[in-house]
């Protein structure tokens, strides 16, 4: 008798268990998004000291911003990893 089709919460948990798994991997995604959410407020603060008001300043400055939200999610993404994701596998382990 063929199986039923997977629901996508089987997926989703498959994904999250997969995620909590590797704390290699999500403590380097905590370390580079914080690294690059850091160099991101960095590049902002040294744009706005150094650079007169122009268009420039602004680009240089968005860029730091997105750097900024960049590394924030990925940091995120890692944290949770090594938390959230793991308390996830601990309370829905099928075995």
Same mark, same amino acid.
């Given at each position: 008798?063929p199986s039923?089709?997977?629901?996508?919460?089987?997926?989703l948990?498959?994904? +999250?268990?997969?995620?909590?798994?590797?704390?290699?991997?999500? #403590?380097?995604? $905590?370390?580079?998004?914080a /690294?690059?959410f850091? &160099?991101?407020?960095?590049l902002?603060?040294?744009?706005d000291?150094?650079?007169?008001?122009?268009?420039?300043?602004e680009?240089?400055a +968005?860029?730091?911003?997105?750097?900024c939200?960049?590394?924030? #999610?990925?940091? $995120?993404l890692g944290?949770? /990893?090594?938390?959230? &994701?793991?308390?996830i596998?601990?309370?829905?382990?099928d075995?």
């Amino acid at each position: 008798m063929p199986s039923p089709p997977k629901k996508p919460t089987n997926r989703l948990l498959t994904w +999250l268990n997969r995620r909590g798994e590797n704390q290699k991997h999500n #403590l380097q995604l $905590l370390i580079i998004g914080a /690294g690059v959410f850091f &160099f991101g407020t960095g590049l902002i603060i040294w744009v706005d000291r150094t650079m007169p008001s122009s268009i420039e300043q602004e680009m240089i400055a +968005l860029v730091g911003s997105i750097l900024c939200v960049i590394g924030i #999610l990925t940091a $995120l993404l890692g944290y949770l /990893g090594l938390s959230l &994701f793991r308390l996830i596998k601990f309370f829905h382990n099928d075995d």
